[in-house]
């Protein structure tokens, strides 16, 4: 389940939900999910459903929180 804007904003550093984007047209949320397991345990994810991006949601903070440190501007996805 996602947050409302609001409902982030009030949660400060405490966010578990990551946008993920320019991914391939066709990934799936399996190949998200495969992705993102190993910085922490997953709730959730979506696809877009024009594809290129998508959210995951993290069972916590500290995941997302590692995720985001590991992943961003430095993860490429060759389909």
Sequence with gaps: M???KDEREQQG???TNLFVRN???DY???QLIDLFSP???INSTTIQPK??????????HESA??????TNMKLKINN
């Design 51 to 60: 594809g290129g991006a998508g959210f995951v949601s993290y069972k916590d």
């Design 28 to 30: 799936t949320e399996q």
């Design 39 to 41: 910085y922490g345990a």
């Design 2 to 4: 996602h947050s409302k």
């Design 23 to 25: 991914l391939p047209a």
């Design 65 to 70: 929180k590692n995720a985001i440190e590991q």
């Design 13 to 15: 550093d405490k966010y």
